[in-house]
């Protein structure tokens, strides 16, 4: 089946070229195809589109859903955390003109860690698209996935046998769920998905992602302090996706000063990490700004960053797409 959508747009290009390489003379084919290479390469990577479905933390903004982004790759849709409101948030961007994002297309997603913020959506991708018809979920993750997914099906028990069992004789509610370690850890036709650690606080394992598809490079942060491997795997990529806080933001714990350091990144410090990488965008995402006063702009969050950091640069909400 995926083989045959592949086939499906990859005919048109090919015969593109046939006809372009028998109408050119010998000498101008050479120079012919690489125009229509770089015309497909194009195509390929006006293909690959971001969807931030959410761009918050714990705190429940209304306009800030849980952390969630799409990685949207012709017809198929991969999910990065599934934070309190995913599949709301994916119909939102099926509805605004992304409809790879309705909720039977949502079959792959990965999980950078099992913090709340970033998981606390998960019965609700794994309950809601089965009730409108999805087959299969597939889930990558951490260490600890596999008993979570296990838990919140053991939870959901009476739900799930009413409808497989009653009168609406749904088919069965198939996951899978993969706890997974740092490398190449899913590759299909058009994309392949690597894991790599990141260091955040006292988790035993937290994830960072890149995804290369045929057009473009991905590298979405999770929660993390600075880190060698979001800068490594980044050299160069064309977007990355990072969690940021504001120095000037507070927190409602003891030492939150400290547990920053451990935990999250600074608007400095992810200047200098965009410094390091120069990628072709950076996207912020996960933005812990909260000062005394109330709410810390996002005016002042890019200027904070932008004191240092002269690149393409933006502050990300639900539902922009890049
Ligand atoms: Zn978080
Ligand atoms: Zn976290």
Same mark, same amino acid.
């Given at each position: 089946m995926q083989k045959q959508r592949y086939r499906r747009i990859g005919w048109p290009a090919i015969a593109a070229l046939l006809i372009v390489a028998f109408a050119a003379t010998l000498g101008s084919v050479a120079a012919r195809q690489s125009q229509s290479k770089a015309q497909i390469q194009s195509a390929e990577k006006a293909q690959t589109k971001v969807v931030l479905l959410g761009t918050g +933390? @714990?705190? @429940?903004? @209304?306009d800030r859903s849980g952390p969630a982004t799409a990685i949207v790759v012709g017809e198929r849709a991969y999910l990065v955390d599934f934070g309190p409101g995913v599949v709301r948030r994916a119909s939102a961007a099926a509805e605004k003109g992304t409809p790879e994002l309705a909720s039977t297309n949502l079959k792959i997603a990965f999980l950078t860690h099992l913090h709340s913020d970033h998981t606390a959506g998960y019965p609700d991708l794994i309950l809601t698209p089965w009730v409108m018809g999805r087959t299969e979920l597939d889930v990558y993750g951490p260490e600890g996935l596999e008993e979570m997914t296990k838990h919140v099906l053991e939870a959901w028990w009476q739900d799930i046998e009413i409808r497989t069992?009653?009168?609406?004789?749904?088919h069965a509610l198939v996951v899978r769920a993969h706890d997974v370690k740092p490398g190449v850890v899913y590759k299909d036709e058009r994309v392949t998905v690597t894991v790599f650690r990141v260091p955040h606080g006292q988790w035993p394992e937290a994830f960072g992602y890149r995804f290369d598809t045929p057009g473009k490079s991905i590298v979405i942060s999770g929660? +993390?302090? @600075?880190s060698e491997e979001i800068v490594a795997h980044c050299q160069p990529c064309d977007v990355l996706i990072h969690e940021v806080y504001s120095p000037e933001s507070v927190l409602l714990m003891p030492d939150y000063k400290t547990y920053r350091a451990k935990y999250h990144t600074s608007t400095s410090e992810l200047a200098e990490i965009a410094n390091r990488t120069k990628p072709g965008m950076l996207v912020v995402y996960h933005m812990s700004g909260r000062g005394p006063n109330g709410r810390i702009p996002d005016e002042q969050m890019l200027r904070e960053i932008q004191k240092t950091y002269h690149g393409k640069v933006v502050i990300g909400h639900d539902l922009e797409v890049y």
């Open positions: +933390t @714990p705190r @429940p903004y @209304p069992k009653g009168l609406e004789q749904r929660d +993390t302090s @600075p």
